[in-house]
């Protein structure tokens, strides 16, 4: 059973970059069954699709973030990562990273955010 | 990017009622791209429903999903106590975007 744990800094700093990780544990990050989103939550927004990241490295970000989005992906550590520059109060939420996966009832393939992360609470405060 | 209202905000019923949440898009959504996931404090979203109508793995009948083109519905036939919740639904356009949450509380 694939497993999703977050980790990184709590609390960041205006301006600074936000860094977290994601690792997959029960299974390879390269199966060929799922792709790899970052997701977040805030009181002022609810959930935002922050975006998402292929094992071939390929990335889909969100239009309103994708100027300050980074994600990557290690298959050495299994672990997939995010980085979100110049952060503001605004970035203070929730992240979950996700796997998402095409689900396939013939002749439909249906899409959906199939496992998530625990979450983890990033405040940004001086 | 398309915009899902959900309503009512809030959904106060005792358990064994129905549950009937609605999702409106801004614009038209394939069924196969919409999902609704349930939320409880604390913790991440679960997926309930995918395809606009398929149950995820060990997700109990009683829920149920339907809808086309703008207007989807998740339905709740006997409300057990575990199914006190928010619950979410989401579309995969260009960007995927996730509706407002509706909160299904006991009365």
């Known amino acids: 059973q694939v497993k999703l744990q977050e980790s990184g800094p709590g609390l960041v700093k205006p301006s600074q970059t936000l860094s977290l990780s994601c690792t997959v544990s029960g299974g390879a990050i390269t199966s060929a069954s799922y792709y790899w989103s970052w997701i977040r939550q805030s009181a002022g927004k609810g959930l935002e699709w922050i975006g998402r990241i292929y094992t071939s490295g390929g990335t889909n970000y969100s239009p309103s973030l994708k100027s300050r989005v980074t994600m990557s992906v290690d298959t050495s550590t299994n672990q997939f990562s995010l980085k979100l520059t110049s952060v503001t109060a605004a970035d203070t939420a929730v992240y979950f990273c996700?796997?998402?996966?095409?689900?396939?009832?013939?002749?439909?393939?249906?899409?959906?955010?199939?496992?998530w992360g625990q979450g983890t609470m990033v405040t940004v405060s001086s | 990017d398309i915009v899902l209202t959900q309503s009512p905000g809030t959904l106060s019923l005792s358990p064994g009622e129905r549950a009937t949440l609605s999702c409106r898009a801004s614009q038209s959504v394939a069924t196969r791209f919409l999902t609704w996931y349930q939320q409880k404090p604390g913790q991440a979203p679960r997926l309930l429903i995918y395809g606009a109508s398929s149950r995820a793995t060990d997700i109990p009948d009683r829920f149920s999903g339907s809808g086309s083109g703008t207007d989807f519905t998740l339905s709740i036939s006997r409300l057990e106590p575990e199914d006190f919740a928010v619950y979410y639904c989401?579309?995969?356009?260009?960007?995927?975007?996730f509706g407002q949450g509706t909160k299904v509380e006991i009365k």
């Open positions: 996700a796997g998402e996966r095409d689900i396939v009832l013939v002749p439909a393939i249906m899409p959906a955010f199939d496992i």
């Open positions: 989401q579309q995969y356009g260009s960007s995927p975007t």
